[in-house]
């Protein structure tokens, strides 16, 4: 997720693309907000102003900044035409930054959660976007842990399907056993997995909220598939990882650095391939 740091100034005609594609989603929801309210995304909706107004406060922000998010317009596409697609939208986003804003006002009619590990950068993001909401993160792991957390975790039953899970979970490091309740009570349809950070040894890297989204997922009981979406797989740990626990055979789309996985829940494997294991039978 982009940090002040790791500001990138983009061509201003990705900014107008931005612009245009949240005011494409307001006109939508204006059109159909008197005639069908099952086109729109979410079981509850919000008040039509509150919705409108997350919306028009994306479209000023990102029309008035020379900061515009780290992932390509393509990138963003392939999330945003999944938000559009679903009949409820719970979105999990591991990650706070200037491309919050845009995924809040994306699904506006649906409940966007953000996961940070940064409680400063929390403040500095929310005195711009103070209707984000979001709960700081502690992660156990440090990117120099990942080959070996990748080469023992197989010794933990709690690190394993069937026996994985996440609230209070600390014999397995990958797991994040102490998120907010909310997170663990609600099924999230989209994940988006854009933090932590990953690029120096002693950063938390990715791992656990790999690890946790596929848990998550496998955990589903709503009908159908988990949408999660991983960024950075041009980075080796991002990559191995998702390919241990979010399974090549479930990646239904590859766009930029930008990987997109459709899992089904446990109860929809058979006992003999993924229901003992993660990616168990990989080709």
């Not at 061509?11 to 494409?24: C, E, K, N, S």
């Not at 998702?242 to 006992?271: D, M, Q």
Request: net charge neutral.
């Amino acid at each position: 997720m982009m940090k002040k740091r790791h500001l990138l100034e983009k061509p201003w005609f990705l900014r107008l693309a931005l612009v245009g594609l949240i005011a494409g989603v307001l006109f939508i929801y204006s059109f159909v907000l008197n005639s069908d309210h099952s086109l729109l995304c979410g079981d509850s909706p919000r008040a039509d102003s509150s919705a409108a107004q997350i919306q028009l406060s994306a479209i000023l922000h990102y029309a008035t900044s020379r900061i515009v998010p780290q992932q390509t317009l393509t990138e963003i596409t392939v999330s945003f035409d999944v938000l559009q697609s679903l009949a409820s939208c719970n979105f999990l986003v591991f990650g706070l930054g200037f491309d919050s804003l845009m995924w809040s006002s994306l699904n506006a009619r649906g409940d966007t959660l953000f996961l940070e590990e940064d409680p400063k950068w929390v403040q500095t993001v929310l005195k711009d976007a103070p209707t984000l909401r979001v709960h700081t993160v502690r992660y156990r792991t440090h990117l120099s842990e990942a080959d070996d957390l990748l080469s023992t975790y197989g010794s933990v039953p709690e690190c394993k399907p069937p026996k994985a899970y996440l609230r209070g979970n600390n014999r397995c490091k990958l797991a994040l056993s102490d998120l907010p309740d909310e997170v663990y009570d609600k099924e999230w349809d989209l994940i988006m997995i854009d933090a932590p950070r990953g690029y120096f040894l002693e950063a938390p890297g990715r791992m656990a909220a790999i690890f946790s989204a596929a848990v998550m997922a496998r955990a589903r009981v709503r009908p159908g598939v988990t949408h999660v979406f991983l960024h950075d797989v041009d980075r080796r740990v991002e990559k191995v990882y998702a390919e241990e626990f979010l399974c090549r055979k479930y990646l239904v789309g590859s766009v930029g650095r930008l990987w997109h996985f459709e899992i089904p829940p446990t109860a929809n494997l058979s006992r003999a391939s993924d229901s003992t294991g993660f990616c168990k039978n990989e080709p």
